[in-house]
């Protein structure tokens, strides 16, 4: 009867340990504190890649959109649902960039904070194309994503209320790198006027040009839902004609047919046009890569775009 009875307690007493074992607080919090990290779900990586930078340990980060995946196209998956599901906190960019995500997100706002961070952005300061709609990418102009980050980072901070200060540290620190990258960019006002045009697959980069003082021409629209025609790529080849434009840009998210296409269609021309290399736009690198970081591949960008169009440069 004893013997039964220590048994019992026996397996009581393991079973507790295991229930510890279960519950054990470093296993499902990443910081020191003991706090839950803040379960952000963001769509595009240049939102969750530098608000992992700045919320640190004290929020978990993940982006639904991938390397070469192309936000235009996007339809959440079953898993992304149950993301969204899970997370405390869904922060997207917004403009009509994720048209297809605009449903869910508006159903979901009803229950939990759902934040477009390109409803930041004053108005008086965002692109629009000849039919009047509006330029959703609004990370190539660094100023405008400083703005859009900022408004992230202030949810952050409602969210976590007792990191405020750690994620305004944080944030500092990262817009002062971002300045340094604003400095890099400098050097595009090196290449020659007449070479300062940019031609990609789609105008994504706009904003760039804006900012840049560059000259932009997308084979596709702002958005990646139309055909490209014979008379867009014809057209094409005749502005690189006329100005004489060393090299045009594949873009790691959009098939590079029609671009492949221009340069054929240049060679028969005679034209002597290159492939300057392959730019980040709606996408980034590979997590963990330099590319895969907003600021590696912002400075990426500069570079390729530098060393392509500034050849022959005296
Ligand atoms: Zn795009």
Known sequence: MKDAIKKIQMIMLLGFAFALVACDPSE????????????????????????????????HVESLMGPSVDPHLYSPTQSDMSKIGD????????????????????????TKPVLAVGDAINEKDLLTDEE?????????????WQEALDSAVEALKIYQPEYADYFEANKQEYFAELAEVKQ?????????????????????????????????????????????????????????????????????????????????????EGISLKLGGQLYSD???????????YLGMYRHNIETIYHALSEGME
């Open 184 to 268: 890099e960019a400098e050097k595009l006002a090196d290449i020659p006027t007449s070479q300062r045009i940019l031609v990609t697959a789609h105008d994504a980069f706009g904003y760039f040009g804006r900012m840049h003082d560059m000259e932009v021409i997308g084979l596709q629209g702002l958005s990646t839902n139309s055909e490209i025609g014979i008379s867009d790529i014809n057209q094409t080849i005749a502005i690189i004609k006329e100005h004489q434009v060393p090299a045009i840009f594949v873009e790691s998210s959009i098939n590079p047919n029609a671009i492949e296409a221009v340069i054929a269609g240049a060679e028969n």
């Open 28 to 59: 499902e919090t990443a910081n020191e504190t003991g706090t839950d990290p803040l379960n952000v779900v963001t769509t595009i990586a240049q939102i969750g890649e530098p608000l992992s930078v700045i919320g640190g340990d004290y929020i």
């Open 87 to 110: 997370a405390d906190l869904i922060i997207y960019n917004g403009l009509n960039l994720e048209a297809n995500m605009v449903e869910v997100f508006d159903a979901i706002s009803e």
């Open 283 to 293: 996408a980034m690198g590979e997590a963990g890569t330099e590319e895969g970081s």
């Open 132 to 144: 009047g709609s509006i330029d959703p990418h609004i990370w190539f102009d660094l100023d405008l």
